[in-house]
């Protein structure tokens, strides 16, 4: 079995470097899901509110928000844009099934990192989901995970700019 994994992986190399080999350049993000099949309705700029729904910190996490979003594409990549807090991130596409699309966004802050998933439903001109975020803290003498927080938020969107969702 060994042998035949070797061999597959020998011609499979050799195909892919042949000068004759015409493959189609696919966008795709690294979780495999292409970006062409997000809905043009996602990209443009939203109000959203956060209302915390769980918890365990709530020293640490808003009771409720208020924030802008701008979401854009270049290319392969895809970027959400807070203008009110000037955060820029890279978004990891995680699902995408019609109106529904999952993507997650982490960011380093000091010694923690902090992941946001995002879960929501474009319907008309505006979105409702889940907002899941995970506050990791580590030891600044040798970087062990010291704790974890985390918080669930319902949120809703609101399109301010950008193509409308009812457009096709």
Same mark, same amino acid.
């Given at each position: 079995? $060994? $042998?035949?994994? !070797? *061999?597959?992986?020998?011609?499979?190399? &050799?195909?892919? #470097?042949?000068?004759?080999?015409?493959?189609?350049?696919?966008?795709?993000?690294?979780?495999?899901?292409?970006? %062409?099949? #997000?809905? $043009?309705?996602?990209?443009?700029?939203?109000?959203?509110? &956060?209302?915390?729904?769980? *918890? =365990?910190?709530?020293?640490?996490?808003?009771? /409720?928000?208020?924030?802008?979003?701008?979401?854009?594409?270049?290319?392969?990549?895809?970027?959400?844009? %807070?203008?009110?807090?000037?955060?820029?991130?890279?978004?990891?596409?995680? *699902?995408?099934?019609? =109106?529904?699309?999952?993507?997650?966004? /982490?960011?380093?802050?000091?010694?923690?990192?902090?992941?946001?998933?995002?879960?929501?439903?474009?319907?008309?001109?505006?979105?409702?989901?889940? =907002? *899941?975020?995970?506050?990791?803290?580590?030891?600044?003498?040798?970087?062990?995970?010291?704790?974890?927080?985390?918080?669930?938020? !319902?949120?809703?969107?609101?399109?301010? &700019?950008?193509?409308?969702?009812?457009?096709?």
């Amino acid at each position: 079995m $060994k $042998k035949f994994f !070797i *061999t597959f992986l020998f011609f499979l190399l &050799a195909f892919c #470097i042949t000068p004759n080999c015409r493959c189609e350049e696919t966008y795709t993000l690294s979780t495999g899901v292409s970006v %062409n099949e #997000i809905p $043009k309705a996602f990209y443009g700029s939203w109000r959203v509110t &956060a209302k915390l729904d769980d *918890t =365990n910190s709530y020293r640490t996490f808003k009771p /409720q928000s208020s924030d802008m979003w701008t979401l854009s594409r270049i290319g392969d990549t895809v970027t959400l844009n %807070n203008p009110f807090t000037g955060a820029n991130a890279e978004i990891s596409l995680k *699902t995408v099934e019609g =109106n529904l699309i999952i993507f997650s966004k /982490q960011a380093p802050y000091d010694n923690k990192i902090l992941t946001d998933t995002i879960s929501i439903r474009l319907e008309n001109n505006s979105f409702s989901g889940i =907002n *899941t975020l995970r506050l990791e803290s580590y030891s600044l003498i040798d970087n062990h995970l010291m704790k974890t927080e985390y918080a669930r938020y !319902i949120i809703k969107g609101e399109k301010i &700019a950008g193509e409308s969702v009812l457009e096709k």
